[in-house]
Nanobody, 122 residues
Framework: QVQLVESGGGLVQAGGSLRLSCAASGRTFSSYAMGWFRQAPGKERAFVAAISLGGGRTRYADSVKGRFTISRDNAKNMVYLQMNTLQPEDTAVYYC???????????????WGQGTQVTVSS
């Protein structure tokens, strides 16, 4: 089992940057692909980024490609989401999740964190 705890959210002005962190517990962390999702008020949860078990492959939603970077440190059981050039439409609760499938959809993620709020002011 994997427990996930996100941190690093906050309030930032448009054009600014934030780095989200996700701390994972459990010795099987490196057996999971990791993803970031977000949910804005009144909207469905949306995929943001994913990274493979060893970190060699990444994929991104079109809306964040070129602005966000996902990374992981398996030695520290950590996953990160570097978010640059933030825009008001990036405002959402951001969730870290673990899946056995790198190309898995949201329903194929087995473990989820509690989320961290990101608010981007214009």
């Amino acid at each position: 089992q994997v427990q996930l705890v996100e941190s690093g959210g906050g309030l930032v002005q448009a054009g600014g940057s934030l780095r989200l962190s996700c701390a994972a517990s459990g010795r099987t962390f490196s057996s999971y692909a990791m993803g970031w999702f977000r949910q804005a008020p009144g909207k469905e949860r949306a995929f943001v980024a994913a990274i493979s078990l060893g970190g060699g492959r990444t994929r991104y939603a079109d809306s964040v490609k070129g602005r966000f970077t996902i990374s992981r440190d398996n030695a520290k059981n950590m996953v990160y989401l570097q978010m640059n050039t933030l825009q008001p439409e990036d405002t959402a609760v951001y969730y870290c999740a673990a899946s056995q499938k790198f190309y898995g959809s949201g329903d194929e993620y087995d473990y989820w964190g509690q989320g961290t709020q990101v608010t981007v002011s214009s």
